[in-house]
């Protein structure tokens, strides 16, 4: 006799000698009648929380409604979000009073916005989303997932003490740590993991034998969200696989000169084409119960367009206002892509099922 499918049910299989588990979405099986909660225990599904790190921000008298309440009307910098405005609260007018310390530029601002407080010494305060993390995310295999979409490993999650907990640039690298092999060490300074693994072969190969297992033990309608689950997986599968593999050689094509490697997320195409494939990755982890929060840091620092010579950080010290417009041009630029990118992440996460509605209905997202 078949045991009988639960929240917990984890499809295993082997990947180049090593064992590699996918996790099963909520499935309707799982959910009581009418979907709205858990089966076996009657308990509401599990919340998400999400924090999203721009750290330039909007430009004033730009950005807040001109009008208070539910009947608000976007301003021109967040007309992009106007898809989930009923879901959004647009908080302006709020102040930190710092009792007599120093403000210091490019800190605590950063400080207050991700602890809600100025650390007094040397011993920093927690993040707010460890705290929350600390309640919610004891019973998933990550307790929080940190991404920088323009690359590196900057991140603003620190626990009490000021420990790290760092982010990760790269798609192929947070696929390998969810889908791949778990022997990669996800704090390690030095973190490298082999996405070629995940090239060679497919996870889902790893598990077919499970899956159809599974797929011949549910109704219609979890059959159909089982295939929509692995059939996305399988893109963004098919997505990575594409930038692991060497292109197809061209004769016109020369080798220039040797140089240095340049970080990936540096430019705004990779980090439109990174924003799209991590918001699946998440969606997937959250769907599946890996994660429960989550921190998105968008980065300035580095960030420009295709032959620009400034970057946005740069831009906001150098470039000067314009004179009709009010506002500093090619800054404003960079808020409105920056905006465009929160969207389209959140737009992802919209369309994933969860329970009665989507992932985006279960989080609070901090921005």
């Known amino acids: 006799m078949s045991k009988p499918?639960?929240?917990?049910?984890?499809l295993r299989g082997m990947l180049g000698g090593t064992a590699v588990s996918v996790a099963l979405p909520f499935l309707d099986c799982f959910l009581n009648t009418n979907g709205t909660a858990l089966a076996a225990t009657g308990g509401e599904l599990?919340?998400?929380?999400?924090?999203?790190?721009?750290?330039?921000?909007?430009?004033?008298?730009?950005?807040?409604?001109?009008?208070?309440g539910a009947n608000y009307q976007n301003n021109a910098e967040m007309k992009v979000l106007d898809p989930f405005r009923e879901r959004i609260n647009v908080?302006?007018?709020?102040?930190?009073?710092?009792?007599?310390?120093?403000?210091?530029?490019?800190?605590s601002g950063v400080q207050i916005a991700t602890m809600g407080s100025l650390p007094l010494g040397v011993d920093s305060d927690p993040s707010l989303d460890t705290t929350i993390a600390d309640v919610i995310g004891n019973r998933t295999r990550f307790k929080s997932i940190e991404i920088a979409l323009s690359?590196?490993?900057?991140?603003?999650?620190?626990?009490?003490g000021g420990a790290i907990n760092p982010s990760e640039p790269s798609p192929a690298a947070l696929y390998t740590r969810i889908f791949g092999p778990e022997f990669n060490d996800p704090n390690s300074a030095e973190f490298t993991p082999d996405p070629q693994v995940m090239a060679r072969r497919s996870v889902l190969s790893a598990i077919s034998e499970e899956r159809k297992g599974v797929m011949s033990r549910v109704g219609a309608a979890?059959?159909?969200?089982?295939?929509?689950?692995?059939?996305?997986?399988?893109?963004?599968?098919?997505?990575?696989?594409?930038?692991?593999?060497?292109p197809a050689p061209m004769a016109a094509c020369r080798i220039p000169d040797k140089i240095e490697q340049a970080d990936p997320g540096r430019n705004v195409a990779a980090v439109e084409r990174n924003n799209k494939l991590f918001a699946g990755l998440l969606a997937h982890a959250i769907a599946c119960g890996q994660t429960r929060v989550f921190n998105m840091n968008f980065g300035t620092q580095g960030l420009r367009t295709p032959g620009g010579v400034r970057d946005w950080h740069s831009l906001t010290h150098e470039e000067p206002i314009d004179p009709k417009l009010g506002y500093q041009k090619d800054v404003t630029w960079f808020i409105?892509?920056?905006?465009?990118?929160?969207?389209?992440?959140?737009t992802t996460l919209d369309r994933y099922k969860e329970g009665p509605g989507s992932v985006l209905d279960l989080s609070l997202i901090h921005i």
Do not use: C
């Open 91 to 107: 908080i302006s007018g709020t102040k930190y009073f710092l009792d007599g310390r120093p403000l210091e530029t490019h800190v």
């Open 222 to 246: 979890d059959r159909a969200r089982l295939d929509e689950y692995f059939t996305s997986l399988r893109q963004i599968e098919q997505q990575l696989d594409m930038e692991l593999q060497k």
């Open 336 to 346: 409105d892509f920056a905006t465009r990118t929160f969207a389209e992440f959140l």
């Open 5 to 10: 499918l639960n929240r917990r049910t984890v």
């Open 46 to 68: 599990p919340v998400v929380f999400g924090s999203w790190f721009q750290n330039l921000g909007f430009n004033p008298g730009r950005w807040k409604p001109a009008t208070l």
């Open 151 to 160: 690359g590196g490993r900057q991140s603003l999650s620190r626990r009490k």
